[in-house]
């Protein structure tokens, strides 16, 4: 009888210490929930955001609640001068080097100015590929800092040389955008297994959205060939000084061109008070891959929008 009772007090210490083992991995690996966000989803009034793994492959580098850009904005760093522009609106980031850039790409979201806290920034991936940026309000009645705020948050994304970053923006950022329609424009693709020399008309449209010096350019550009349309959908950001010459180091050329691990370089300016914009793009060739195509190509586009109200 005694052996029992011995036994069944073993059990019960054993099955107790599992459970408080079990509730420590709970805590210590349990899957986070989104920033500014509660077990039913809805954004936390004044809830400050952390550093960390945000959704799958998205890294978040940084979020605050106050930003020296006072506008809503969404840059797409491709490369390290451009990041570095950025850092200076950020100090707090970390340092990156040319090579992070080869396989990465930063992307930086600022909400704007708001009259209160309680505001935060959703940036995840998209069922259709596409990079979402989504602003998020605080319930109607919640409780919140009656102070102005700017939020922003700064993320990096592992991304490959021929995958094109494809933006869907709420209606936050959509109505920042100031529309290019592209008036003229051709591309000019050779080389290949069976030597193609094949001329395209480009055709679409070219999205800007300015922060200062700062400008970010979403392309959505059309080419035929043959009986197949080819796309280019993708964005970057640059610098844009006087005499406001445009310079992006990296875009997808793939979709376009058929080019493998080649983006294009694009250089061009603004012209007519930024009425006009004028764009050439040429293809950076890859030592890797032989047989490979390469393009060229020209634009001009004009704006279809009024330039976008300035808060500064």
Known sequence: MMIKKLSALVFVGVAWAGSLSSLYCNQQGRKQLPQDSNSTG???PGHRERSGVTNGEIKELAARNHS?????FVLIARDSKTYEALRI????LPEQNAEFFETNVVVAVFLGQRRTGGYSIEIANGHDGSLRI???SPPKGAMVKMVLSAPFKVVAIPVQTDRPMELALDETWKKRLRGYRVTSGQVLVTGGFAGVNQRRSLE????????????TFIFDLRSQAGQETK???DAASCLVKNPLQVSLPRLNSTTLTGAIESPFQVTGEFLDEERELRLSLQTIASSNISDNFAATG???AVA???PSPKLQ
């Not at 679409?204 to 400008?215: C, D, H, P």
Request: hydrophobic letters at 35%; charged letters at 20%; proline letters at 8%.
């Open 42 to 44: 809805k954004p936390i």
């Open 68 to 72: 020296t850009i006072f506008e809503s």
């Open 89 to 92: 609106a950020s100090p707090s």
């Open 134 to 136: 989504v602003e998020h």
């Open 204 to 215: 679409g449209t070219v999205g800007i959205m300015r922060a200062g010096e700062l400008a």
């Open 231 to 233: 796309q280019l959908k």
């Open 298 to 300: 020209q634009l001009t």
């Open 304 to 306: 279809t929008d009024p």
